[in-house]
């Protein structure tokens, strides 16, 4: 699909929705409570700890959230969050920091000396179970499975090509209005391996721990996600920056790293 008919596409079929006013965060709430208790069924997500039907926890006050709208059906595709630094205490952990800090690679990561208030964790990325329901997609929040997510020119829903990449334009959106440049995730390998096809995937930084079922942390800089996006996908890279207009300094960026890789590799010290 080239770039003006991806970005075409996305327009016709889905809308952003800010969920910053008290309507569209209890919606969101509300999808959370169908995903996580009543459909998956998670551990900790219980459907008795939430009696008024809203999925809600401790991270909520540092979040900022944006909710997915497909137009054809007026229903919301699904969501996503990202928990922000602590203004108050910088050092107050991330959500993956505190269930899975102690199994990060110190070779990679230490957490207190990241650029803790431009960092960011993606959380509660979840597709509604009508855009999940092809072959094993029912199974994950996402609706990533390894199975093929090719287009289906008979369903409206997917001549764009996956659900999930509107809630990343979503998630770009959000991070540069906040100033991010670091995201943290706490994803199945399945997520970030379907990530990888749009250039999205993050570097994992520690093993496979148990966190809401199995999951693997993750970090990256926005800017090398974009920059991969640009390089692998430029329609996707295309949408989800606005033309370029979103985090602009991220092909700079790659094309300083490459000459670098360059350099290095000729030997020209």
Not at 94 to 115: C, M, R, S, T, W
Not at 117 to 139: S, V
Request: glycine share 6%.
């Amino acid at each position: 699909m080239v770039m003006s008919n991806l970005i075409t596409a996305f327009e016709k079929y889905f809308k952003i929705i800010p969920a910053n006013v008290v309507d569209s965060k209890n919606r969101f709430h509300r999808l959370r409570y169908q995903v996580y208790s009543q459909e998956l069924q998670l551990p900790d997500f219980e459907a008795w700890r939430y009696p008024d039907g809203r999925e809600i926890d401790e991270y909520d006050n540092r979040s900022i959230c944006s909710l997915l709208y497909h137009r054809e059906s007026k229903n919301l595709a699904g969501g996503v969050r990202l928990v922000l630094c602590n203004s108050d205490d910088p050092l107050q952990p991330f959500p993956i920091e505190e269930h899975a800090g102690h199994y990060f690679d110190k070779n990679l990561v230490v957490p207190n000396q990241l650029p803790r208030r431009t960092t960011a964790e993606i959380t509660r990325l979840m597709l509604a179970r009508n855009f999940r329901c092809r072959g094993q997609e029912a199974l994950y929040a996402h609706g990533m499975d390894d199975s093929n997510i090719k287009d289906s020119r008979s369903d409206s829903r997917r001549q764009f090509p996956h659900p999930i990449l509107g809630l990343l334009v979503a998630l770009v959106r959000m991070s540069s209005e906040c100033g991010i440049t670091h995201w943290y995730a706490g994803m199945e390998p399945v997520l970030n391996r379907r990530l990888r096809q749009f250039g999205a995937n993050l570097k994992p930084i520690g093993p496979l721990v148990e966190y809401h079922g199995g999951r693997r942390p993750y970090l990256d800089t926005i800017d090398n996600v974009l920059g991969r996006m640009f390089r692998e996908n430029r329609a996707f890279w295309e949408l989800i920056t606005n033309h370029g207009k979103l985090y602009p300094d991220s092909v700079k960026k790659l094309s300083e790293r490459e000459c670098r890789v360059q350099i290095l590799k000729q030997g020209l010290f």
